[in-house]
């Protein structure tokens, strides 16, 4: 069974940090786009930011960069998020998400699925982890 799973979340005054994990179970995550989303209250669920697994290629919005960063351990079979100097702006309730890789016939594997940060695009969702920055 396909499943994803968040932690890491917490309470953290402005400036702090976090890191947060999104361990997959029941698939390995060669070849998958894994993203990471947020949504505050009363708010839209908006991309923060994505990795394509294999190739560690990746993409951050606007907003995080320079403070985010993604990264993956496949050994873990774990995607990570580390936010540095966090803002009250940052709170919301974080989920990670997959991208299915598609069959390459042409090659007789898995093509790597690229980055996107429209929810729309993902097929499964983890149960979120909450992020609350404030003093």
């Known amino acids: 069974q396909l499943q994803l799973v968040e932690s890491g979340g917490g309470l953290v005054q402005p400036g702090g940090s976090l890191r947060l994990s999104c361990a997959a179970s029941?698939?390995?995550?060669?070849?998958?786009?894994i993203g990471w989303f947020r949504q505050a209250p009363g708010k839209e669920r908006e991309g923060v930011s994505c990795?394509?697994?294999?190739?560690?290629?990746?993409v951050l919005t606007d907003s995080v960069k320079g403070r985010f960063t993604i990264s993956r351990d496949d050994a873990k079979n774990t995607v990570y998020l580390q936010m540095n100097s966090l803002k009250p702006e940052d709170t919301a309730i974080y989920y990670c998400?997959?991208?299915?890789?598609?069959?390459?016939?042409?090659?007789?594997?898995?093509?790597?699925?690229?980055?996107?940060?429209?929810?729309?695009?993902?097929?499964?969702w983890g149960q979120g982890t909450q992020v609350t920055v404030s003093s």
């Open positions: 990795i394509s697994v294999s190739d560690g290629t990746s």
């Open positions: 998400a997959s991208r299915k890789p598609m069959w390459a016939q042409d090659l007789n594997r898995p093509h790597q699925r690229m980055c996107s940060m429209d929810r729309d695009d993902f097929d499964d």
């Open positions: 029941g698939f390995n995550l060669d070849y998958y786009a």
